[in-house]
């Protein structure tokens, strides 16, 4: 875990590497505040309380005098701190141990209709785990249009909610409808983000996927069962309030055609919605309100390492 920097904010105080010898000098690195916090809130800790640790510890340091600590000494005083933190249950000194020993391989997918915030959400999640890898799963849809032709894959060159039109011929419309198109359109992108979680896990790459082809039945076992892949979908209860973040979108120039054809959709719309949060629901992952994206993206993480402790990694 890093805690660090090559950058001083306390540029009386350095941490130096336990290994080293007479002829081979032991790295020095200044103590960062930042950077510590930034690596505490990876644990969860909400970045106030990340924050508030840290300055304990440079407290503590600055009052003792010390100007110079090994890495190993300032590892302990994190830990003892994190012993004290509430709830117990929430067994933070094992979330520091497990970023130290398994080198910190997370994976979260966010998924979530058109005008749900998951994207607000997903940066969110990615900001706090110090994650710099968030794919949205529509750069991944538009590579597949590259390579498949609309003759063989025709709901996939549509949006998803307007695949369903590419049914209406044989299936009719209606809510039924509605689904079976969006799950022709996801089911190559889903494809696709298989792919990605089985290059992330041979690489130990920790990166966050975004987007409203994550749909939990349609990703492979591995990944639904593995600890340390946490998967949720954001969504707004509230219909007319989903509604009105389309109607918003109308008095900005520059969206409002888009606005407008999201508005034209919206009974389509907000069907995938329901639709993703029943899916969710029924292989056991959460559905988060996404009014408060702080508050989603916290709820997220938590549940990430809930899920990875009951393993006993």
Partial sequence: ?????????????????????????????FFSRGIMTQSLM???????????????????????????????????????????????????????RYLEEQGGALVVLIGGTTGSGKTTVAVKVAHRLGIEHVVGTDSLREALRSAISPGIAPALHESSYTAWQTLAKFAGDGPEVQRMGFLEHARPVATGINGLLRRARAEDVRIVIEGVHVVPSLLEDTFREAPNVMMAVVNVPDEEEHRERFQSRSYEKSLRKSAAEYLKHFPAIREIHDFIAEDAQKHGFPVIDSRDPERAAALIIERLWRRILAADL
């Fill in 1 to 29: 875990m890093e805690f660090p920097a090559n950058r001083p904010d306390l540029p009386d105080i350095l941490v130096e590497e336990d290994l080293g010898s007479e002829d081979t000098p032991r790295e020095l690195q």
């Fill in 42 to 96: 990876r644990l969860g800790l909400p970045p106030e309380r990340a924050l508030e640790l840290v300055l304990s510890i440079k407290s503590e340091l600055q009052e003792r005098g010390i100007k110079r600590i090994p890495h190993s000494r300032l590892r302990r005083m994190i830990l003892e701190r994190l012993e004290d933190l509430e709830p117990e249950e929430a067994r933070y000194p094992d979330r520091f």
